[in-house]
């Protein structure tokens, strides 16, 4: 069965720094999210993207986070100069377009991203 | 804003059982009830999806139903086994495609 996968699973790094979470929806996918879950609190909507733009986010994606679609294949999610709050497990989901959106969000493993 | 509730937050039961697991939302208004499966340091793996005009939707030994009206869905697991042993995430959709989340169940099943 098809998969979203993500890349990579851990991610440890200074605060300050620039990271790039990355992520490969479902081939025939064309929407496509992120959300975050923080240790021990609820899995939160980021951002969603349709037709290589935002069509929504969160109060929580502020200018430091960015996204791109850079090919036919890649999703990724940038933040600019990390935080110590933003250290969370990252997820990224796909789903169809077809049947529009009520289709079932598929889910990546994560990448858990660790600031120090 | 809608907010998701789930209780319990954890249940543990005895292979075998049924059991039933609750997800509650402020906001009637939805497109449609997921209910997922989360495993330890894994991704959600979706289970059900029920739409906003459904009542039910059964998979195998799961039946989740949803109530609009008063802001509740159930997640039915019959014949409890070990391997059902996860945390169980409800997730609402309103408004635009994204999902508010509950706080999960963590369901242990005891061979």
């Known amino acids: 069965e098809p998969e979203v996968t993500q890349t990579p699973s851990h991610q440890v790094t200074q605060m300050g720094q620039e990271v790039i979470l990355r992520c490969v929806p479902i081939s025939n996918h064309l929407y496509f999210y992120w959300y975050r879950q923080i240790l021990g609190q609820k899995v939160e909507f980021l951002v969603s993207?349709?037709?290589?733009?935002?069509?929504?986010k969160s109060e929580i994606f502020d200018d430091q986070f960015s996204v791109e679609r850079p090919d036919g294949s890649n999703f990724t999610l940038k933040i600019r100069s990390t935080k110590l709050e933003d250290s969370a497990m990252y997820f990224c989901?796909?789903?169809?377009?077809?049947?529009?959106?009520?289709?079932?969000?598929?889910f990546g493993n994560g990448t858990r991203l660790t600031v120090t | 804003k809608q907010e998701v509730t789930q209780i319990p937050a954890a249940l543990s039961v005895p292979e075998g059982e049924n059991l039933v697991l609750n997800c509650s939302f402020t906001?009637?208004?939805?497109?449609?009830l997921q209910w997922f499966r989360q495993d330890p340091g894994k991704g959600l793996t979706s289970l059900l999806l029920?739409?906003?005009?459904?009542r039910e939707q059964t998979s195998g030994r799961l039946n989740a139903s949803l109530d609009k009206s008063s802001g509740r869905s159930t997640l039915y697991i019959a014949a409890s086994q070990p391997g059902d042993s996860a945390t169980y995430l409800c997730?609402?959709?309103?408004?635009?495609?994204?999902?508010?989340f509950g706080t999960g169940t963590r369901l242990t099943v005891i061979p």
């Open positions: 029920i739409q906003s005009s459904q």
């Open positions: 989901a796909s789903n169809e377009l077809h049947r529009g959106s009520d289709s079932p969000l598929h």
């Open positions: 993207f349709y037709n290589n733009e935002i069509s929504e």
């Open positions: 997730a609402a959709r309103t408004g635009a495609n994204n999902l508010f």
């Open positions: 906001d009637s208004a939805i497109y449609n």
